[in-house]
């Protein structure tokens, strides 16, 4: 199993950009789909985006479709999500998270949780 630790979040103004990061330990990280997440104060935890294992897959929510890219670097063990075109509303802590075989939007889908990286975007 993979433990995962996400790094970049930070204050940005609107329209800004971050690209946050998740490097997972362990040699089995080409067999984990990954995905991104964010939850808001008071709000449910929502899916981001979603990357396969090759890479060569990738889905995103229509909240931040053309705005954020998921990729995936598997010899360095590390997912990333680039942010553009930042706006208040994607303010939230986001979560990377792991799931064996194919990808999913539904956090309960997935097996292992990094900590989490606060994104807070002033307008």
């Known amino acids: 199993q993979v433990q995962l630790v996400e790094s970049g979040g930070g204050l940005v103004q609107a329209g800004g950009s971050l690209r946050l990061s998740c490097a997972a330990s362990g040699r089995t990280f080409s067999s984990y789909a990954m995905g991104w997440f964010r939850q808001a104060p008071g709000k449910e935890r929502e899916f981001v985006a979603a990357i396969s294992r090759t890479g060569g897959g990738t889905y995103y929510a229509d909240s931040v479709k053309g705005r954020f890219t998921i990729s995936r670097d598997n010899a360095r063990n590390t997912v990333y999500l680039q942010m553009n075109s930042l706006k208040p509303e994607d303010t939230a802590v986001y979560y990377c998270?792991?799931?064996?075989?194919?990808?999913?939007?539904?956090?309960?889908?997935?097996?292992?949780w990094g900590q989490g990286t606060q994104v807070t975007v002033s307008s």
């Open positions: 998270a792991a799931k064996i075989t194919v990808y999913s939007i539904r956090p309960n889908d997935y097996d292992t």
